[in-house]
């Protein structure tokens, strides 16, 4: 479910402290009910997820549309990428982000972990139309459970970079983000536990963690 800005911004995430030039481009609530420990586990699915392959349908040919055009205008190479047409965000963060654990690479996304907390993870992209971040938290939810929530900050590159956000935003509302709420969801009601452990029921207090 698509939140409102505010629900990202009144939580108090240390991702605010230095992404004042990003903007907040979308906040969701994901289907991804659990108990206060279980935030690791979401964490590591996100890292692992591979959309090109598991989304459905029409979802799965707009994303590998974009990336087959991204290849034909030089949008992905890494003249495009952190380090290279922009500064990582990392060089920002406060020095005592700087200690610790970056968090998971992902297996088949771009994106460059920044930090891993006990209910806050973020990692960065850049490309040839924006510098995006993607943020997870893990909040208090109305029924004394926890969910994830994904918050997209960006900053587009330039005139295009923002012609190109305004223009795949329908297409972002109305098909791909549906289609990976969805995709998360029937993730996380199968997702692996440790060995000797239950799976967690939905709104239920387990304890999971990395392997």
């Not at 698509?2 to 402290?17: D, G, M, N, T, V």
């Not at 992902?106 to 972990?113: G, H, K, N, V």
Request: net charge positive; proline share 10%.
């Amino acid at each position: 479910m698509r939140l409102p800005s505010s629900a990202h911004a009144a939580q108090p995430w240390r991702i605010h402290e230095f992404t004042q030039d990003f903007r907040l481009e979308d906040v969701w609530a994901l289907p991804t009910p659990g108990g206060p420990d279980d935030f690791p586990d979401l964490v590591r699915q996100v890292a692992a997820g591979d959309p090109a392959k598991r989304l459905p349908g029409l979802a799965r040919a707009l994303w590998n549309a974009r990336f087959k055009v991204g290849a034909l205008l030089g949008w992905d190479g890494s003249a495009t990428g952190v380090g290279s047409r922009v500064p990582s965000i990392r060089e920002r963060l406060p020095a005592d982000l700087r200690e610790v654990p970056s968090g998971p690479g992902f297996d088949s996304l771009p994106f460059t972990p920044l930090y891993l907390l006990a209910n806050e993870y973020a990692a960065e992209i850049a490309n040839g139309t924006m510098h995006g971040v993607m943020h997870l938290g893990w909040v208090a939810d109305e029924r004394g459970g926890y969910r994830g929530q994904m918050a997209v900050l960006v900053k587009p590159n330039g005139v295009p970079g923002s012609a190109y956000m305004a223009a795949i935003k329908p297409f972002r509302y109305f098909v791909v983000y549906p289609a990976i709420m969805r995709q998360i969801e029937r993730a996380w009601q199968t997702r692996s536990v440790e060995p000797g452990s239950a799976p967690t029921p939905a709104g239920s207090c387990g304890h999971s963690r990395f392997a």
